[in-house]
Nanobody
Framework: QVQVVESGGGLVQAGGSLRLSCAAS????????MGWYRQAPGKQRELVAV???????NYADSVKGRFTISEDSAPNTVYLQMNSLKPEDTAVYYC????????????????WGQGTQVTVSS
């Protein structure tokens, strides 16, 4: 079993900042990548940022220059630092982890957290 747990959401005024945390635990041999997605009401889930094991990161154009994804020194933990927040950033933010279970198999499986609400008021 693998658990992915997000934290750090909340209500913030436009222009403010929030930091989201995500930790994966359980039957993990290694993690290939961890990412943040978001889903606003009535919209499809979209990629926000992803970080590959080792530190390479990619971002959606809408958040480049404002959001930063980073790895923590603690195993299997990533953060999403969100600055200069806009009302259109309001969404449920989901973390995922692409997990390899054992050394015996290269197969990778994606696990999702339950999501954390971010609301940006104008």
């Amino acid at each position: 079993q693998v658990q992915v747990v997000e934290s750090g959401g909340g209500l913030v005024q436009a222009g403010g900042s929030l930091r989201l945390s995500c930790a994966a635990s359980g039957s993990i041999f290694s993690i290939k990548a961890m990412g943040w997605y978001r889903q606003a009401p009535g919209k499809q889930r979209e990629l926000v940022a992803v970080i590959i094991s080792g530190g390479s990161a990619n971002y959606a154009d809408s958040v480049k220059g404002r959001f930063t994804i980073s790895e923590d020194s603690a195993p299997n933990t990533v953060y999403l630092q969100m600055n200069s927040l806009k009302p259109e950033d309001t969404a449920v933010y989901y973390c995922n982890a692409d997990v390899r279970y054992t050394a015996a198999s290269d197969s990778v499986y994606r696990h999702w957290g339950q999501g954390t609400q971010v609301t940006v008021s104008s």
